[in-house]
C-alpha cells in the first residue's frame, strides 16, 4: 500500500532563515504530488504541483519554491522566511485527476 | 462566485442525529467529487469519493446532483467522534491537475 512520509512535524524559525521541508511518497509510481498550506482557521491554498520529476506548476507568487529531484520526492523551500509564512503546510498526492488526494501528516511552521 | 461553497457552519447536532451537508460548484464539467473530514490542527483524511448513482459507506451517504451542481453528504446516527470540519473536493475538468477544496463545514456533535 501506499504511504506519504512528511517532514518535520513542526518547525520554529526565525524571519529570514532558510526552509526546506521535505515530502516523499512509497508504494506507487509517478504520483501527481502536491503541497498546500493552510492559515489558523482557514482553508486549504494550494502553493505547487508536480506532475513528473523536474515539472513544477506554480499556483501563488511568494517566496516559495519547490522541487522534484526524484520521482516521489517533493521539497518546499525558501530562502528567507517572512512572517506571512506561517501555518501548516500540507503534502499531498494522488494518481489522476479522477483519484482522491492523500495528505502527509503535515508540518506546523512558526515564524519568530 | 467561489468555485466551490460550503455552509462553514457550526452545526451543532445531538448524538443519533442525522446531519446533511451540501457543496455547490460552478464548473458544469467538474470531473470528480470527494468528501474529507478534517480533524482540528490535523491533515484532510479521504471520507469518500461521490459517484453519480450515489453511493453509501456505513452511516454516510453522498449524492451528487449534476443538474443543480452540488454534491451532498449525509451523516445518520451521529456519534460524538463525528465532529470535525468536512470539506467538499472537485476536480475540473480536462487542462489542470489542481483539486479545489471547499473552506469546510464544521459539525459538532453534542452528547
Known amino acids: 500500500s501506499q504511504t506519504i512520509h512528511q517532514w518535520p512535524a513542526t518547525l520554529v524559525q526565525p524571519v529570514g532563515s532558510p526552509l526546506s521541508l521535505e515530502c516523499t511518497v512509497e508504494?506507487?509510481?509517478?504520483?501527481?504530488l502536491y503541497w498546500y498550506r493552510q492559515a489558523a482557521g482557514r482553508g486549504l491554498q494550494l502553493l505547487f504541483y508536480?506532475?513528473?520529476?523536474?515539472?513544477i506548476s506554480s499556483e501563488v507568487p511568494q517566496n516559495l519554491s519547490a522541487s522534484r529531484p526524484q520521482d516521489r520526492q517533493f521539497i518546499l523551500s525558501s530562502k528567507k522566511l517572512l512572517r506571512s509564512d506561517s501555518g501548516f503546510y500540507l503534502c499531498?498526492?494522488?494518481?489522476?485527476?479522477?483519484?482522491?488526494?492523500?495528505f502527509g501528516d503535515g508540518t506546523r511552521l512558526s515564524i519568530l | 462566485r467561489k468555485e466551490v461553497e460550503q455552509d462553514p457552519g457550526p452545526f451543532n447536532v445531538p448524538e443519533g442525529a442525522t446531519v446533511a451537508f451540501n457543496c455547490t460548484y460552478s464548473?458544469?464539467?467538474?470531473?470528480?467529487f470527494f468528501w474529507y473530514r478534517q480533524d482540528c490542527r490535523k491533515e484532510p483524511k479521504l471520507l469518500m469519493s461521490?459517484?453519480?448513482s450515489g453511493n453509501e459507506d456505513g452511516r454516510f451517504t453522498a449524492q451528487l446532483n449534476r443538474a443543480s451542481q452540488y454534491i451532498s453528504l449525509l451523516i445518520r446516527d451521529s456519534k460524538l467522534s463525528d465532529s470535525a470540519t468536512y470539506l467538499c473536493?472537485?476536480?475540473?475538468?480536462?487542462?489542470?491537475?489542481?483539486?479545489?477544496f471547499g473552506t469546510g463545514t464544521r459539525l459538532k456533535v453534542l452528547a
Open positions: 499531498a498526492w494522488s494518481l489522476g485527476r479522477d483519484q482522491p488526494q492523500h
Open positions: 508504494g506507487t509510481s509517478n504520483p501527481n
Open positions: 508536480s506532475v513528473g520529476i523536474g515539472q
Open positions: 464548473n458544469s464539467a467538474s470531473q470528480s
Open positions: 461521490v459517484y453519480s
Open positions: 473536493v472537485v476536480t475540473p475538468t480536462s487542462g489542470t491537475y489542481k483539486y479545489i
